[in-house]
């Protein structure tokens, strides 16, 4: 298929899948879109295989190549986006938990999964060499912002709590993909498997990419302290995020940490103190629409992406019994990290990490990343375990994450009711 015929056919979906779901289903936006696009998927599947329909969206699955329309197409711009409103000040207050979340408890929740689904893998007969299993941790290690924050917002969860996870999801997939890209290299060869090594390269690309934002960040806000005019600047802008993503990667430095770093440059310094407010209004207007029409693609995408999987009984059993694995290791790998931490802070509400496990949903990086994986049987494995726990993850995850940030709201309620309580009365004893 001609790219535009891919775009039409995309775009489309989207739209009509837009339209049925704020009409007549009424979930977030995300999540109703990819619903209706597996059913679609599962509904095409059971039809006969001659279907029209099923012929052309497979056709349009391959010519797609979801890796590399994700990992470098999308990703540049929602990083972008999703960066250009998060408060650098309040980043800044809560530096120490996101640093931690988004690189120990990435690399911690790798190995555990990676041991967990070595053992997985052959209680169920299924041959997967444990440097495969380290890099299934690292790709479905990473948590997806897309959709956890519009009903953490919803459910009007607290603002740390919201800052937290925003702040680990933009810095933690930069990490995972280098993490993915140097364990893969391991893997096929192309790098000596030497910790030294690992750790090398994985600190080389991800202060590199920090340091090219910074330099392309600030590029453009000289730039745009030179001009008044909103068509340039949100054009400057559009050229940021896809040249600095392009030069990162061609540098072969982390280039979502690049894009992350210059859009909170943007976002902060030059929306506040560079920019007019029809400028900026423009600026907001035209990132928003981005984000939607590139998420509302994005999540069409994983719900049809069932149409080219090869699922069977096993690598389905193991995609399952992967799930609790999955949460578990990501209890531990944020819990351990936290607890440490609030010896010296109090700056975490009760539940902070029953919230952080299960807010931490998977998306589109997940399955982008276990599609680059070596073509083979143990490529088609991973794939498929994979695409079970993201689903789990958006669909279960996702639709009872906002019930469970009331419920633990409240209960936080009581608790800080009952101290306030108990210490009233002891004052009064104490007179």
């Given at each position: 298929?001609?790219?535009?015929?891919?775009?039409?056919?995309?775009?489309?979906?989207?739209?009509?899948?837009?339209?049925?779901?704020?009409?007549?289903?009424?979930?977030?936006?995300?999540?109703?879109?990819?619903?209706?696009?597996?059913?679609?998927?599962?509904?095409?599947?059971?039809?006969?295989?001659?279907?029209?329909?099923?012929?052309?969206?497979?056709?349009?699955?391959?010519?797609?190549?979801?890796?590399?329309?994700?990992?470098?197409?999308?990703?540049?711009?929602?990083?972008?986006a999703g960066a250009l409103h998060v408060n650098l000040h309040d980043l800044a207050r809560h530096k120490w938990v996101i640093a931690t979340l988004a690189s120990a408890s990435?690399?911690?929740?790798?190995?555990?999964?990676?041991?967990?689904?070595?053992?997985?893998?052959?209680?169920?007969?299924?041959d997967v060499p444990f440097i495969y299993c380290l890099l299934f941790g690292a790709l479905i290690s990473p948590t997806d912002p897309i959709a956890v924050l519009g009903i953490?917002?919803?459910?009007?969860?607290?603002?740390?709590?919201?800052?937290k996870i925003t702040g680990e999801s933009l810095f933690n997939d930069g990490v995972a993909v280098v993490l993915f890209l140097t364990l893969l290299g391991i893997a096929t060869?192309?790098?000596?498997?030497?910790?030294?090594?690992?750790?090398?390269?994985?600190?080389?690309?991800?202060?590199?990419?920090?340091?090219?934002?910074?330099?392309?960040?600030?590029?453009?806000?000289?730039?745009?302290?030179?001009?008044?005019?909103?068509?340039?600047?949100?054009?400057?802008?559009?050229?940021?995020?896809?040249?600095?993503?392009?030069?990162?990667?061609?540098?072969?430095?982390?280039?979502?940490?690049?894009?992350?770093?210059?859009?909170?440059?943007?976002?902060?310094?030059?929306?506040?103190?560079?920019?007019?407010?029809?400028?900026?209004?423009?600026?907001?207007?035209?990132?928003?629409?981005?984000?939607?029409?590139?998420?509302?693609?994005?999540?069409?995408?994983?719900?049809?992406?069932?149409?080219?999987?090869?699922?069977?009984?096993?690598?389905?059993?193991?995609?399952?019994?992967?799930?609790?694995?999955?949460?578990?290791?990501?209890?531990?790998?944020?819990?351990?990290?936290?607890?440490?931490?609030?010896?010296?802070?109090?700056?975490?509400?009760?539940?902070?990490?029953?919230?952080?496990?299960?807010?931490?949903?998977?998306?589109?990086?997940?399955?982008?990343?276990?599609?680059?994986?070596?073509?083979?049987?143990?490529?088609?494995?991973?794939?498929?375990?994979?695409?079970?726990?993201?689903?789990?993850?958006?669909?279960?995850?996702?639709?009872?994450?906002?019930?469970?940030?009331?419920?633990?709201?409240?209960?936080?309620?009581?608790?800080?009711?009952?101290?306030?309580?108990?210490?009233?009365?002891?004052?009064?004893?104490?007179?």
């Open positions: 298929m001609h790219l535009f015929d891919i775009l039409a056919v995309l775009l489309s979906l989207a739209a009509v899948f837009s339209w049925i779901n704020h009409r007549f289903i009424r979930l977030p936006t995300t999540i109703g879109l990819m619903l209706i696009a597996l059913l679609l998927s599962l509904g095409l599947l059971i039809a006969p295989l001659d279907s029209e329909w099923h012929t052309l969206l497979k056709q349009l699955l391959e010519d797609v190549h979801f890796e590399d329309t994700v990992l470098h197409g999308m990703l540049g711009f929602l990083l972008f990435v690399v911690g929740a790798t190995l555990l999964i990676a041991l967990g689904g070595w053992l997985l893998f052959g209680l169920l007969g299924l953490l917002k919803k459910a009007n969860a607290p603002e740390s709590l919201n800052t060869g192309e790098h000596e498997a030497s910790l030294f090594g690992a750790l090398g390269m994985l600190g080389y690309e991800v202060i590199g990419g920090a340091l090219l934002g910074i330099l392309s960040g600030g590029l453009v806000l000289l730039m745009l302290s030179r001009v008044d005019d909103y068509q340039v600047e949100i054009l400057l802008t559009l050229a940021l995020a896809t040249g600095g993503y392009a030069l990162a990667e061609q540098l072969h430095l982390s280039a979502p940490i690049a894009i992350v770093v210059a859009g909170l440059m943007i976002g902060n310094h030059g929306r506040r103190h560079l920019m007019s407010d029809q400028t900026r209004q423009h600026l907001d207007d035209f990132w928003e629409l981005v984000d939607e029409i590139l998420n509302a693609v994005l999540f069409v995408l994983i719900g049809l992406e069932v149409l080219v999987l090869e699922l069977s009984g096993g690598p389905l059993l193991a995609g399952a019994l992967a799930i609790p694995l999955v949460l578990a290791a990501r209890a531990l790998s944020v819990g351990l990290p936290i607890r440490m931490m609030r010896r010296r802070s109090s700056d975490f509400a009760p539940g902070t990490v029953t919230l952080l496990t299960w807010a931490g949903l998977r998306g589109g990086i997940s399955i982008a990343l276990a599609l680059s994986l070596p073509d083979g049987e143990t490529r088609d494995i991973l794939l498929s375990v994979t695409y079970v726990v993201v689903v789990f993850s958006i669909l279960v995850q996702g639709l009872t994450l906002g019930p469970l940030v009331r419920i633990i709201g409240r209960r936080a309620d009581r608790e800080l009711a009952e101290v306030t309580a108990d210490a009233d009365s002891s004052a009064l004893n104490h007179h």
